[in-house]
């Protein structure tokens, strides 16, 4: 079966600093990858995609990056963390032309 | 722009009874809508899909229903348990090609009571 580890759990980071979050997916082979943020309380925003290996989309600009250095792995990264990157962070994948999505279990990103 | 909303932010209701969350989306080319759960600290999961060419799906102790003529999405839940106290998402895909581009509402949270 398939599953999704999403990694670290919650994370304290302060302003400058960088980030790394990273994803990977078991079970299947050329995944879509997304990562999603989620502000407290609200609904989830799209932040980028992929649909292959070095392919990524970005939905909205900001201050972070993302990359797929293997098929089953999804970076997410920023240089400089701003206290507006604060949020849960959602990975996630499906299968290539089906749009059900499978989450992973979240980072709590705190920029202080 | 398209948009997926939901009518309650906030749903009380008392265990045993049913549920009934409401969604409504702005794009009629939409061709797919799905229901996800999120419990607090924890990534959505997954509860029923339906695709445009139906308007009633049912699955365990959930179905939901879809109404296109006032684009229209609801998930009802049967005899709601303490267990489905949680936030709801609705999400819409409107069949932009190439990736699985979902659209999610803001959420509505479920708050059972004994």
């Known amino acids: 079966s398939q599953t999704i580890h999403q990694w670290p759990a919650t994370l304290v980071q302060p302003v400058g600093s960088p980030l790394s979050l990273e994803c990977t997916v078991e079970g299947t082979s050329n995944p879509n990858l997304y990562w999603y943020r989620q502000a407290a309380g609200r609904g989830l925003q799209l932040l980028f995609y992929?649909?292959?290996?070095?392919?990524i989309s970005s939905e909205v600009p900001q201050n972070l990056s993302a990359s797929r250095p293997q098929d089953r792995q999804f970076i997410l990264s920023s240089k400089k963390l701003l206290l507006s990157d604060s949020g849960f962070y959602l990975c996630a994948w499906s299968v290539r032309l089906v749009e059900k999505l499978f989450f992973g279990s979240g980072t709590q990103l705190s920029v202080l | 722009g398209e948009s997926v909303g939901l009518h309650l932010p906030t749903l009380s209701v008392q265990e045993g009874d049913n549920s009934i969350i409401n969604c409504a989306y702005s794009?009629?080319?939409?061709?797919?809508f799905i229901w996800y759960k999120q419990e607090s600290g924890k990534g959505p999961q997954f509860i029923i899909d339906i695709r445009s060419n139906m308007d009633k799906r049912q699955g365990q102790r959930v179905t939901v229903l879809l109404n296109k003529t006032v684009k229209h999405l609801s998930l009802q839940i049967a005899a709601t348990q303490p267990g489905d106290s949680a936030v709801y998402f609705c999400a819409e895909s409107p069949n932009s090609g190439g990736y699985n581009k979902l659209i999610f509402g803001a959420g509505t949270r479920l708050a059972v009571h004994p």
């Open positions: 992929s649909v292959g290996i070095g392919q």
């Open positions: 794009n009629s080319a939409s061709d797919y």
